[in-house]
Nanobody, 119 residues
Framework: QVQLVESGGGSVQAGGSLRLSCRASGKVFGLNEFGWFRQAPGKQREFVASIARGNLIEYRNSVKGRFTISRDTSWTTVYLQMNNLKPEDTGVYYC?????????????WGQGTQVTVSA
C-alpha cells in the first residue's frame, strides 16, 4: 500500500501562485509515475500534470507555461508550482501515483487539497 498526503492548497486571487506538495509513504520502492489531477464542482476529474521515471513530463494544454511539476531525488515527494492562476483552475487537486511498470492513473490517491481562485 502507498499513502499519499497532499498539502499547499488555499485561496488566491487570479494571477496569484500556490505550490502543492504530495508526499508518498509505505511501499514507495519503484514508484514509476506521479501525477496531479483536479476536479471542479459538477465536473469529472481531469489530468493536470505528470512526471515519470526518466523525467518524462506532461501537462494538460490549459496549464502549460503556468504550472511546473517536479519531484525530489528520493521519488517520494512531488510538487506542483502553479503560477498565474485563473478562476478555472479552481477545484480539488489530487495526487496520484503509479507503481513499478505501470502508468497513470494508478491505484493510489491522496485525500485532495482545495484550490480556490477568485476573479
Amino acid at each position: 500500500q502507498v499513502q499519499l498526503v497532499e498539502s499547499g492548497g488555499g485561496s488566491v486571487q487570479a494571477g496569484g501562485s500556490l505550490r502543492l506538495s504530495c508526499r508518498a509513504s509505505g511501499k514507495v520502492f519503484g514508484l514509476n509515475e506521479f501525477g496531479w489531477f483536479r476536479q471542479a464542482p459538477g465536473k469529472q476529474r481531469e489530468f493536470v500534470a505528470s512526471i515519470a521515471r526518466g523525467n518524462l513530463i506532461e501537462y494538460r494544454n490549459s496549464v502549460k507555461g503556468r504550472f511546473t511539476i517536479s519531484r525530489d531525488t528520493s521519488w517520494t515527494t512531488v510538487y506542483l508550482q502553479m503560477n498565474n492562476l485563473k478562476p478555472e483552475d479552481t477545484g480539488v487537486y489530487y495526487c496520484n501515483v503509479a507503481g513499478l511498470g505501470t502508468r497513470l492513473p494508478g491505484d493510489y490517491w491522496g485525500q485532495g487539497t482545495q484550490v480556490t481562485v477568485s476573479a
